[in-house]
């Protein structure tokens, strides 16, 4: 049981605070709702871009890094398609200096030509390396836009296309923070050795003059139905085929969301999942297979993808994949499966909240989601899953007509 305790300051900022006096240090982590989704179309990538310039000083510090670092700290950030997460993790004697660095760029970042050309130039470099100068680095810029017709999950975090980044003007970057970026916008938590007292007279010191700025709640396209499949096929230069398969199914707050998490652990917990032991290990059909949740606030994806055997054609390896995925639409899991993939979750999950620093990240996404309370009752709501409810999810989602399939073809 992870204890905590939650408050709002006069701004809108939402705070948790969980003490853990077993560790000298403390993480602060300040999760803005500013992914990529509340960006324009013409526009992508501008989210993750300014990520980037969140840590290029801000307006009253020319330095993040510098102080934090000095006080034996260090920091990090990421953003994907629903958040920008930004985590402190520091000395609990010196966690003041956290609550100056974070509230001063909260309150305004020192955005300048200058920073922004720098910025653009390392994000256009990340974007050439990660998606477009190594094998398979292009898979979500293909799958997502066939798969998405109309909501912004269409493109990637990084964007839609480097042409969007090179276009991104200061006045872009601005207006993005000043639309996302804002205390009744974000949740802070505090978790490690640190007083809850001491943490809300620290919030409204450093937090409490920061002014809100009433953001409305964005209204985002509903992606339509998917009512038959999607085929895409392309050629690259690359050791042998991929292929994906991707089905539309709920958004990470849907009751559905857990049982379908269940039952990609079926699928592929490991060695002993399905895909797996049958394609890899009994057919010897692929070499690696994978089937995952993208886990995304509104509707996402579940997704397949599996690299065939040398010689193993991509059509017949396809086959074999989708009867090993149809059996689950088809007939109950055993209990004694059901029962491994809730002991490897439990697991899991145990071991993601072991650190003070995946506490306060994990504090964060669960009150995002609607609660906080959500990171104690996960396992028993994953426990709950039965097998019938699994076949029915099966049924569901995992029909043809619903499928967008990637054939991405070695060239010969």
């Known amino acids: 049981m992870i204890k905590f305790k939650k408050f709002s300051a006069v701004n809108g900022l939402r705070v948790i605070v969980h003490q853990d006096i077993t560790t000298p240090m403390v993480a602060m982590n300040t999760l803005y709702s500013a992914g990529s989704r509340f960006e324009h179309p013409d526009r992508t990538g501008l989210a993750h871009l300014l990520e980037h310039l969140m840590f290029s000083g801000s307006l009253n510090i020319p330095d993040f890094d510098s102080p934090l670092q000095l006080a034996g700290g260090e920091n990090n950030a990421y953003t994907n398609n629903d958040i920008a997460d930004f985590y402190n993790y520091i000395p609990s004697g010196n966690i003041e200096t956290a609550f100056w660095l974070e509230s001063d760029r909260m309150l305004s970042p020192g955005f300048s030509e200058t920073s922004l050309d720098v910025q ?126 991707a089905w539309h199914v709920c958004g990470r707050s849907d009751d559905d969301f857990r049982i379908l998490d269940l039952m990609t652990d079926i699928l592929s917990g490991g060695e002993s999942g399905r895909l797996h032991e049958i394609l890899v290990r009994e057919k010897k059909l692929f070499s690696e297979v994978n089937a995952y949740l993208s886990g995304d606030i509104e509707p996402g994806l579940l997704l397949f993808y599996g690299k065939p055997m040398a010689g193993v054609d991509i059509y017949k390896a396809e086959a074999e994949a989708d009867i090993v995925i149809n059996r689950l639409r088809n007939e109950l899991p055993a209990e004694r499966e059901m029962e491994k993939v809730k002991n490897r979750f439990e697991s899991t999950t145990l071991m993601s909240n072991l650190s003070v620093l995946d506490k306060a990240v994990n504090l964060c996404n669960f ?46």
């Open 367 to 412: 009150e995002l989601l609607g609660d906080a309370g959500l990171i104690n009752s996960q396992v028993d709501s994953f426990r709950n899953v039965t097998p019938s409810q699994v076949t029915q999810a099966a049924r569901k989602y995992l029909s043809e007509d619903n499928c967008t399939t990637l054939y991405y073809r070695s060239v010969k």
């Open 120 to 245: 653009k130039k390392v994000v256009i470099e990340e974007y050439k390396q990660r998606y477009l100068n190594q094998p398979y680095g292009d898979v979500m810029l293909l799958l997502r836009p066939v798969a998405y017709e109309i909501h912004p999950y269409r493109w990637p975090t990084i964007g839609m296309d480097i042409s969007h980044l090179e276009k991104i003007t200061l006045d872009d970057v601005k207006a993005f923070f000043m639309s996302r970026y804002s205390p009744d916008n974000a949740i802070l938590s505090l978790a490690g050795n640190i007083d809850p007292d001491d943490a809300i007279e620290l919030v409204n010191k450093w937090f409490g003059d920061i002014p809100m700025r009433s953001i409305p709640a964005p209204v985002l396209p509903a992606e339509p139905e998917q009512k038959s499949k999607r085929i895409i096929s392309v050629e690259r230069n690359v050791p042998s085929d991929l292929l994906y398969k």
